[in-house]
């Protein structure tokens, strides 16, 4: 062997390292949402209704349609058009699980089809939490911080095991993704700026408010990120990306856009009440912001106060340890606003302010302790990120570091009570419904600063490396072991028992109904047979239905005199009426009360063809997100090209 060249040891070889980190983030990912492999779906608030879609979604795409929107089984038998506004992506993903996996699920093809969906979404949030936070610190750190977003409490005790809100946390596992492809912009522009532009759009797809409300954070980030000279061109590279993530998205987006003014989303608070309140579900400073409801959520609630008091001490100790070097103002006002934040919160009820939420809705002793629930798992979350953030030294990753803490507060500050000026001017935030969703910033975040910390520490000299390593791991153990053994993470281990679609009432039918009040639609009684059948309701005749198709229904008519006919399915504003032959638009509209589907005809015999036509929106979206497709293939393969250029350059140079 030649002087000065070594054998790399297996242990330092950086690509068996990573492809061990990968092997292990999969286990782990495998390994906590193990009741999703065995049962499917698990028992949470949102079950039902993602089978229920679900069971029509796999009906309609078996049946020949591509893209199914609007569903003639769904509410009974009277139909609903939840997918122009639905997220498709989770569904596509189980329907194609269910087409590649061989299996034997039966009638519990959905929960288990959707189940493996999520376990597949938690690798993949394991996997690129890693890869992000290894571009700016290290390996082992950035996979203490992929374990930690996993199992942070949002991501794993309420939005999976406790809520099951599927589109959400397809979507907070997408969102490391997108993180790293902005970061891979700075060093492989047109490959990060491909990788962004479908990692949004399958933000978009999985959960479109998420998405939305990410832009100006990735716009930020890389405004933070770039140097003062290339500024503009880098805002304009993640522009361009996320312009093209809304066209490969097009297909989705562009009829949710042209359909959004048919549809009603502050109906779910007269409908359900004060559950969907976004002025009610704020955490308030005040008595009911902590849990109480047993001794273990106290105990919690206690050792979130305990952290807290740790944390200002933190921020006081780095702040007398840093006062002559670091004079940024930046620095001082976090240092401000942070104790701010903890303090109020932390003596909550113990303090003369009161967070009063004035017009909130009183909740039920139940969802009170729930928001409260939500909120310790929140603040605990916070707190990490404020504890890994002030016990950074000054580094060359201060400005990542700076922006995450930022993105942290304003996510909670969203959560709270102090931000319900911002929701009473801002009503088109309302449709997120809960403020505590932009926990979605807050864990990135979290563990972004969580591998800079681990970073930090692994440098410290070695006694010292020990102690801060067991304080990083027992603040761990209490965040996510302690919030998921109370909550419904242990449930979901001990009943294992499948759920199988059952038909219901769809939750959302009070936003796409076209009734004067929502709980007119809730009140029509479907038919016992879920088919669709039409009646004379008003003159004399008789009426049948020929033949029902996802988008087109046929009836024939006798009438005696001039008549209304009443279709077992609700109306839609995009739905049209006409005669056959000859093609005469007749009228259509919504009864009263109820919202199904009025026909006005005639004396005479009909036959009338009800349709729901392709519209423009749809058409064109679909040859947006082909083109757009076409334009991420060329950027990827013009990547590659240039790529395998330069390394042929580089091996023809001749060496000095």
């Known amino acids: 062997m030649r002087s000065g060249l070594h054998p790399v040891s297996p242990l330092n070889n950086p690509i068996l390292q990573r492809r061990t980190h990968f092997a292990l983030l999969i286990l782990f990912a495998l390994a906590i949402t193990y009741p999703c492999l065995r049962q499917g779906l698990p028992d949470g608030h949102d079950r039902d209704p993602h089978l229920m879609y679900q069971h029509f979604f796999n009906e309609q795409i ?65 996997l690129f939490a890693y890869a992000w936070c290894a571009e700016f610190s290290d390996r082992w750190s950035g996979l203490a911080a992929a374990v930690l977003y996993v199992t942070l409490p949002y991501f794993l005790s309420i939005d999976l095991y406790m809520r099951v809100a599927v589109g959400e946390f397809w979507a907070i596992s997408l969102l490391p993704m997108t993180f790293y492809f902005l970061e891979r912009m700075a060093t492989a522009s047109r490959l990060g700026l491909a990788g962004l532009a479908v990692a949004y759009a399958l933000l978009m797809m999985s959960h479109l408010f998420t998405a939305v409300l990410l832009a ?80 273990g959520w106290r105990f919690m609630s206690a050792t979130a106060r305990v952290i807290g008091v740790a944390a200002i001490a933190l921020i006081f100790m780095h702040w007398y340890s840093w006062r002559k070097e670091d004079r940024s103002f930046l620095h001082r006002a976090l240092a401000v606003l942070s104790v701010a934040i903890l303090l109020l919160t932390t003596f909550a009820g113990h303090l003369p302010i009161r967070g009063h939420v004035a017009g909130a ?37 201060r400005g990542l570091a700076d922006f995450l803490i930022i993105v942290g507060i304003v996510s909670y500050f969203f959560m709270s009570s102090w931000s319900q000026f911002v929701w009473r001017t801002f009503h088109s935030l309302w449709s ?138 609700f109306y839609y504003p995009a739905w049209h009426a006409r005669l056959v032959p000859g093609g005469t638009e007749i009228p259509l509209r919504p009864s009263s009360p109820g919202g199904l589907m009025d026909v006005f005809l005639p004396p005479g015999e009909h036959c009338v063809e009800l349709e729901l036509p392709r519209g423009w929106s749809e058409r064109a979206g679909l040859w947006l997100s082909i083109i757009s497709l076409g334009v991420v293939i060329f950027l990827a393969t013009r990547f590659r090209v240039l790529d395998k250029s330069r390394t042929v350059r580089t091996l023809a140079e001749p060496t000095t």
């Open 62 to 126: 078996d049946s020949g349609e591509a893209y199914p929107r609007w569903m003639p089984g769904l509410n009974q038998g009277l139909g609903g058009g939840i997918f122009f506004m639905q997220y498709p992506l989770p569904y596509y993903v189980a329907w194609g699980i269910g087409k590649i996996i061989p299996h034997n699920f039966g009638i519990y093809r959905e929960t288990h089809t959707q189940g493996i969906g999520l376990v597949l979404a938690t690798i993949l949030a394991a």
């Open 361 to 397: 809705l009183p909740l039920t002793d139940d969802l009170t302790e729930q928001r409260a629930e939500i909120f310790l798992c929140s603040f605990l979350t916070l707190e990490v990120a404020m504890l890994a953030y002030w016990s950074l030294r000054r580094t060359k990753s």
């Open 432 to 569: 997120i419904q809960f403020p505590w969703r932009f926990n979605a910033f807050l864990l990135p975040a979290t563990a972004g600063l969580a591998a800079l910390a681990v970073s930090q520490t692994r440098t410290l000299p070695r006694p010292r490396r020990r102690v801060a390593s067991a304080l990083f791991l027992g603040v761990w153990v209490i965040v996510a072991a302690g919030t998921a053994t109370l909550g419904s993470l242990g449930a979901a281990f001990s009943d294992l028992t499948p759920a199988a679609y059952q038909p219901d009432t769809d939750i959302a039918l009070p936003v796409y109904a076209q009734a004067s009040d929502p709980r007119e639609a809730l009140a029509v009684e479907p038919p016992d047979d879920e088919k669709v059948h039409v009646s004379v309701v008003a003159g004399s005749g008789q009426a049948q239905v020929l033949s029902t198709h996802p988008r087109r229904i046929e009836l024939q008519a006798t009438c005696e005199t001039d008549c209304a006919l009443q279709v077992g399915q």
């Open 216 to 295: 100006p954070a990735l716009l930020l980030r890389a405004v933070w990120r770039a140097n003062p000279s290339q500024r503009v061109s880098s805002v304009l590279q993640t522009v361009f990306a996320l312009a093209l993530g809304c066209g490969l998205a097009g297909v989705y987006t562009l009829p949710f856009v042209t359909h959004s003014r048919f549809m009603h989303p502050l109906n779910f608070v007269p409908a359900y009440g004060s559950n969907f309140s976004p002025l009610s579900q704020m955490f308030a400073c005040d008595s009911s912001l902590f849990p109480t409801a047993s001794p």
